[in-house]
């Protein structure tokens, strides 16, 4: 089990860049997977991106492909999401998910952050 922590949120204008970041707790982060899920308003948690446990492995929500990077520092324990050409529709609570390597439910979230893109 991993403690996530996120950090990075704000108020950007539409066009915008904002970065992301997910600071995990113990030394078991290199061996998991990654991701980070969103939830607008009114609107059910949707997938944004994810890496695998060596980064080697990317997948991403159409979209969002070639506005975001999901990356990983697994020194750091941290994963990033780096995010450009922000639109207002990009508004939401972000979150980071975790889980174990060769699992597929998420078994671990943070708290969210909070993006917010004006036009």
């Known amino acids: 089990q991993v403690q996530l922590v996120e950090s990075g949120g704000g108020l950007v204008q539409a066009g915008g860049s904002l970065r992301l970041s997910c600071a995990a707790s113990?030394?078991?982060?290199?061996?998991?997977?990654m991701g980070w899920f969103r939830q607008a308003p009114g609107k059910e948690r949707e997938f944004v991106a994810t890496?695998?446990?060596?980064?080697?492995?990317?997948t991403y929500s159409d979209s969002v492909k070639g506005r975001f990077t999901i990356s990983r520092d697994n020194i750091k324990n941290t994963v990033y999401l780096q995010m450009s050409s922000l639109k207002p529709e990009d508004t939401a609570v972000y979150y980071c998910?975790?889980?174990?390597?060769?699992?597929?439910?998420?078994?671990?979230w943070g708290q969210g952050a909070q993006v917010t893109v004006s036009s």
């Open positions: 113990g030394h078991t982060f290199p061996t998991y997977d």
């Open positions: 998910a975790a889980h174990p390597r060769g699992r597929s439910r998420w078994t671990d």
């Open positions: 890496i695998n446990w060596s980064g080697g492995s990317t």
